[in-house]
């Protein structure tokens, strides 16, 4: 009687644990698929100036970028050279704005866009996580 208890008790957990793993890897193939820009993306992008600027010159980006159409929010750093700014696809592009940013405000710039390495290095802390791992094996079978 014991046996046979302990014997159905594996199989269910066995099926609950196959269960879950399947519901896993739908849900990370869900998640992980390309999705078209919606009313709530935002996205970010970099401008890197070839130029030394000072904070009178930061003051003037970030007011320059806060004001143009579908930007959320703008880092302008003096020290680095580099501008970054999050805005929402749907309503415009980066491209767009740093063309416009080039001409308006006459700065050296250019858009900064990391190699397909540094796409893939991306975070450091999730390649090692077991959610990574499984993600590339459900990504490697499909």
């Known amino acids: 009687m014991k046996r046979r208890t302990v014997k159905r008790a594996l199989k269910w957990v066995g099926i609950t644990l196959l269960l ?23 996205a970010m992008a970099r401008i890197d100036l070839k130029q030394k600027i000072d904070q009178a010159d930061a003051d003037k980006i970030n007011a ?5 159409k579908g930007v959320d929010h703008v880092l302008c750093n003096p020290e680095s050279a580099i501008v970054v700014f999050t ?3 749907v309503q415009t592009s980066a491209d767009s704005i740093v063309a416009a940013f080039k001409i308006q405000l006459h700065y050296k710039a250019q858009r900064y866009m990391p190699t397909e390495e540094e796409m893939q290095s991306g975070c450091p802390v999730a390649a090692t996580s077991v959610t990574f791992k499984v993600y590339h094996f459900f990504r490697r079978i499909f």
Not at 23 to 34: D, N, Q, W
């Open 87 to 89: 805005f929402k696809p």
């Open 20 to 42: 879950l793993v399947v519901v896993l890897a739908v849900h990370i193939y869900l998640v992980t698929r390309p999705q078209a820009p919606t009313e709530h993306t935002v």
């Open 64 to 68: 320059w970028l806060s004001q143009q």
